[in-house]
């Protein structure tokens, strides 16, 4: 058996360079180094290049400046606006008052659902919310509104993101 003391000495002499021949020592010389850096160079500069050609590829469309695009985009988010209002009111709070969009709304990724900051008036105190179409509401600030207890809808106000309003009966 050895002792603690013989065993540290062996483990030390198995992983030291010096306990090694000369001639088992391999030292690379100062150009595998620099072939071996540029190499990663060029790996992790094609990587990123590659990386900012799909994603051109996939905002292209998105980054055209095309108006009548932009006026459908536009006329969509405000059908959603809508949409989100009265789903919020009939799924989630019937005393709701008024909604506000602060945003238009948008699709924070790909396959995500559509959404849009609002400020929801609920027995005269105002929540933030997010809200869309099939997404539960969230409230970013955690302040949540008590449930709700008036069992007839209220005419509710929507304000869409554009300044425009509509009250729904």
């Not at 540290?8 to 010096?18: F, G, L, R």
């Not at 008024?98 to 924070?108: A, Q, V, W, Y």
């Not at 179409?133 to 304000?159: H, M, Q, S």
Request: include cysteine; proline fraction near 5%.
């Amino acid at each position: 058996m050895t002792t603690a003391e013989e065993f540290m000495k062996i483990a030390n002499q198995a992983y030291s360079v010096d306990a090694l021949p000369r001639s088992k020592v391999r030292h690379r010389s100062d150009s595998s180094m620099r072939g071996r850096l540029g190499a990663r160079v060029y790996r992790v500069v094609g990587v990123l290049a590659a990386s900012a050609v799909m994603v051109m590829a996939f905002t292209g469309c998105s980054m055209s400046g095309d108006d009548v695009g932009e006026k459908m985009k536009h006329e969509g988010n405000l059908a959603l606006q809508r949409e989100a209002a009265l789903e919020f009111r009939e799924e989630w709070q019937p005393d709701v008052e008024s909604i506000r969009f602060t945003n238009e709304g948008l699709r924070p990724g790909f396959g995500s659902a559509w959404g849009a900051n609002a400020v929801a008036t609920i027995g005269g105190r105002e929540y933030q919310v997010i809200i869309g179409p099939g997404l539960g509401p969230g409230f970013p600030t955690g302040d949540v509104p008590p449930e709700a207890i008036v069992a007839n809808a209220t005419p509710l106000k929507i304000i869409f993101s554009d300044g425009t309003s509509e009250v729904i009966r």
